[in-house]
């Protein structure tokens, strides 16, 4: 039916308010598995740098009696760094468009500057789960991607590992389907080596399918709250309790096993605002830190790499 003659309609009107609310909603995730897990350090200068060490191997110690004193090899350390590396967001904002009256936001540049905080974050933990050294300049810190490469699983052909004592880059094998037999070859090299691994960090296609690994168990589901268990959120292995951790901004096709204790985020200057020259009407601010990756000790950790 159509309205009666005359009737003023909303299509005709002048001076209507816009229906605007007053929330902006956002849906790009911001969790930093990685800059959560790892510790906070400082670093003093551009280059940082730790040491590690090793105990000579186990062996039979049966002495002599009345033998004479031997002194052992001594095993030195070792010494290792990582570039830091300066990440920034700048934020530039017209007078006019602060003086406005702004819906879901008082401030323009406030609002800005926390949006920017949290791409800033994002930015870092991708890179600090990537391994790119090709470049010379800017600095870059080498991520995990190079550091973890004593116990690996991989998949042959092509894969060449990353040398974190050269500076050097990997080379992707071939890609094959994501098992728990893989899990658990890593986990055992880990172990043999000293380490006691406590997350697995997945990229999310990996995650569920590390939700399938059956280990020994029998799951069990419960009919009276009508739910179905999908998740595995904890592995118990042969060595220690696993946590599961995914992470949106690593490769989908690595899977680090890592002991969070022998990891650190190292900062030669922590997160800073700075105000930028005025040049004109709009006001500047630069969001900022430099960091790199301290990986305290490199066969503590394990990768499945090269999953499909």
């Given amino acids: 039916m159509a309205a009666p003659t005359n009737t003023f309609l909303t299509t005709a009107a002048i001076g209507n308010r816009e229906d605007l ?7 790009s995730p911001t969790e930093t598995p990685l800059l959560n897990m790892a510790a ?3 670093a003093t200068a551009t280059l940082h740098e730790w040491q590690t060490q090793d105990l000579a191997t186990a062996a039979a110690n049966a ?4 033998d004479d004193a031997t002194a052992v090899a001594v095993t030195p350390t070792v010494r290792l760094s990582n570039r830091t590396q300066i990440s920034a967001k700048t934020v530039s904002v017209a007078g ?10 008082k401030d323009e540049m406030g609002y800005q500057m926390g949006l920017r905080s949290l791409e800033l974050k994002r930015d870092m933990e991708f890179g600090l789960t990537q391994n790119d050294v090709t470049a010379t300049a800017p600095r870059q810190s080498r991520g995990l991607l190079g550091w973890v490469v004593d116990n690996n699983s991989n998949g042959g052909g092509a894969y060449v590992a990353a040398s974190y004592t050269a500076n050097t880059g990997q080379t992707n094998g071939t890609q094959r389907a994501f098992t728990e ?3 658990k070859s890593v986990l055992q090299l880990i172990f043999t080596a000293g380490g006691q691994p406590n997350v697995i960090m997945l990229p999310p296609a990996a995650k569920q399918t590390f939700s399938t690994f059956t ?3 029998t799951r069990m589901d419960k009919s009276e709250d009508a739910k179905l268990y999908a ?8 060595f220690g ?6 992470n949106r901004f690593q490769r989908v096709r690595d899977v680090f096993i890592l002991q969070s204790d022998k990891l650190a985020v190292a900062y030669l200057r922590s997160f800073q605002t700075n105000d930028l020259a005025k040049t004109g009407d709009a006001d500047r601010k630069q969001l900022l830190c430099e960091y790199t990756l301290e990986c305290r000790a490199p066969k503590a950790h394990g990768a499945v790499y090269d999953i499909s």
């Fill in 231 to 238: 998740s595995v959120d904890v592995y118990v292995s042969d």
């Fill in 215 to 217: 280990g020994n168990a």
């Fill in 21 to 27: 609310t007053d929330i902006i909603y956002r849906i």
């Fill in 63 to 66: 002495q002599a009696e009345g």
């Fill in 96 to 105: 006019s468009q602060q003086a406005v009256n702004s819906a879901g936001r």
């Fill in 40 to 42: 906070k350090a400082k």
């Fill in 241 to 246: 309790e696993i946590k599961a951790v995914p």
């Fill in 181 to 183: 037999a893989q899990v």
